[in-house]
């Protein structure tokens, strides 16, 4: 579940963000709401070994969700570039089959990506998007990951399709270039034991409903 502290947070950014809308935006400047399901999964690998039966491979996943803010300006008008970044929360877990159904890795984060938006055409309202993003760790089961202490940062690729009005669709592939690491306190003091890395693969596919708010 998402912190209750993290949450009534989140929800004040995005009330003042609202509210100073017409304070801090220019014409080349806009805002975007978003929200939507997540297809989602964890793989577990200890010492450069992925666990098949804790984190199977694709196509097993679990159906999680995501919401955030973001505001996209214009970079280069002449070659239709544009800059995205903002603030979300991303929910993954493992996925749920007969090979691990009693295992359940589930982390939260909150993500601050930085992406760049291209529309290849002018009279059509699509647009490309690729990024990175900083994950940072807010929510797990495990004690030993600590909340902002863990971290893991995914490139990002996507798509924004104009829907009516203010409304937009829009899918993005996530996944890290670097994993999120085990960074307990446990200590092996026998030589003899060679020492465990445990890494933990996050990656999910978005789709969002967009809102977006024109400044005039």
Do not use: W
Not at 176 to 187: C, E, S
Request: some cysteine.
């Amino acid at each position: 579940m998402i912190p209750k502290l993290f949450f009534i947070k989140f929800c004040l950014f995005i009330t003042f963000i609202l509210l100073s809308l017409n304070l801090v935006c220019q014409e080349r400047r806009n805002l975007q709401i978003f929200a939507g399901p997540s297809i989602t999964n964890v793989q577990e690998i200890i010492n450069g070994e992925k666990h098949f039966f804790a984190s199977p491979e694709r196509p097993f996943y679990s159906i999680q969700y995501h919401f955030g803010i973001c505001i996209e300006e214009v970079l280069l008008s002449k070659y239709n570039l544009g800059i995205k970044y903002g603030l979300n929360f991303d929910k993954r877990t493992s996925s749920n089959t007969s090979f691990n159904k009693y295992i359940d890795d589930s982390y939260g984060f909150i993500g601050i990506p930085l992406q760049i938006t291209y529309k290849p055409l002018k009279d059509r309202d699509i647009r490309f998007e690729a990024g990175a993003s900083i994950q940072y760790l807010v929510d797990s089961k495990y004690k030993y990951m600590g909340p902002l202490k863990n971290f893991q940062v995914d490139y990002i690729v996507g798509i924004r399709l104009h829907l009516i009005k203010n409304m937009h669709i829009g899918a993005r592939f996530l996944e890290p270039l670097y994993l999120l690491r085990d960074k307990g306190n446990v200590i092996i003091i026998d030589p003899n034991i060679p020492k465990e890395q445990r890494l933990y693969k996050t990656h999910a596919i978005q789709f969002s409903l967009i809102y977006k708010f024109e400044v005039k």
